[in-house]
């Protein structure tokens, strides 16, 4: 069975302050992706990187893929309330058949004014 | 352009009772996959499907069953239920299988 860990868990800072997130496997990705999801809702695809080393950025959202394809983090700089939710990875493992997405236990991130 | 759109939103069923949940994908996607949510957890892999068929299944029992149509939409139905698949369902759809987007959820309550 092939896990995949978030941490931290849970994350309550101020609006202003910077934070990463980080997401780890014992195997490698073929690729991976981060979601945001707000309570009662579904998942909301925020990028996908695909090759080690990657680093894209979305407005103030820094996105990496471990040069091993094994880990993750998300860095959001000067944090605002907006950014609230559930922060979850997810990664296709390489090898036949692996179109299933496997999924973090996500990260609750709370910014407080 | 429609996003996937799941129906119903919520529902309310007995122990033992089965369900159906339904899934219309984005537009010009063909894979539909299914994902279980419970409380406080990340989504779990339930099973995909591509053209009309099951193409890659999860860690859930028989009473889990799917249906593609040849528009693509996709349907879940689960037998014999028990308190434990209470749970928010998610359709995701994709192209390709490599970004799936996700509809809203049906949140579903067995009592």
């Known amino acids: 069975t092939q896990l995949l860990e978030q941490s931290p868990q849970f994350l309550s800072i101020q609006e202003g302050e910077n934070l990463t997130v980080y997401c780890n496997s014992s195997?490698?990705?073929?690729?991976l992706q981060w979601y945001r999801q707000e309570p009662g809702e579904g998942p909301v695809l925020l990028v996908t990187?695909?090759?080690?080393?990657e680093v894209k950025k979305l407005k103030r959202l820094t996105f990496q893929f471990g040069d091993a394809r094994k880990d993750s983090s998300l860095h959001i700089t000067a944090a605002q309330p907006g950014d609230t939710g559930l922060y979850l990875c997810a990664g296709h493992y390489s090898g036949a058949g692996s179109y299933q997405l496997t999924f973090g236990k996500g990260t609750k991130l709370s910014v407080i004014p | 352009d429609a996003g996937v759109t799941q129906s119903p939103t919520h529902l309310i069923k007995t122990r033992g009772q089965q369900v159906t949940l339904r899934c219309s994908p984005k537009s010009g996607h063909d894979t539909v996959s299914w994902y279980q949510q419970a409380l406080g957890q990340g989504p779990q892999f339930i099973f995909q499907y591509y053209e009309e068929e099951e193409r890659q299944r999860g860690n859930f029992p028989d009473r889990f069953s799917g249906h593609q149509f040849p528009n693509y939409s996709s349907e879940l139905n689960v037998n014999a239920l028990l308190l434990g698949d209470s749970a928010l369902y998610l359709c995701?759809?994709?192209?390709?299988?490599?970004?799936?987007?996700f509809g809203p959820g049906t949140r579903l309550t067995v009592t």
């Open positions: 195997s490698v990705f073929s690729s």
């Open positions: 995701a759809s994709s192209l390709t299988g490599l970004q799936q987007y």
């Open positions: 990187v695909v090759t080690g080393g």
